[in-house]
């Protein structure tokens, strides 16, 4: 259930909805217990969608648990999965 959420998520964000996509990924992170997946891709969104401080805040939870997310984000602007680029990186992993 949680997967098809997660898909949800994506197809609204590809389809411009921003808020409908955050809220699939809530939904998803309520069947996620333990697996911070969905609280990655929304901090992502979120980063995407200019809302930095929100993403940050949510990386700063999960990679206090589980310091690997960190890695993760800084190779998504070669991917282009996070538009706002190295200097988003910077702003979500910050001191």
């Known amino acids: 259930m949680a997967y098809h959420r997660m898909d949800i998520a994506e197809e ?3 389809a411009g909805d921003v808020a409908g996509a955050l809220a699939e990924y809530e939904a998803a992170r309520a069947f996620l217990s ?7 891709w929304s901090a992502v969104l979120m980063a995407d ?11 700063d939870e999960i ?3 589980e ?5 993760l984000v800084r190779r998504l602007p ?6 706002g680029g190295r ?3 910077e702003e979500l992993l910050a001191p």
């Open 63 to 65: 990679t206090a648990r």
């Open 12 to 14: 609204r964000e590809v």
């Open 49 to 59: 969608a200019g809302r930095v401080d929100e993403a940050r805040a949510l990386f």
């Open 34 to 40: 333990g697996n911070d997946e969905a609280t990655f």
């Open 87 to 89: 200097s988003v990186v």
């Open 78 to 83: 070669d991917t282009g999965l996070l538009r």
């Open 67 to 71: 310091p690997g997310w960190a890695e």
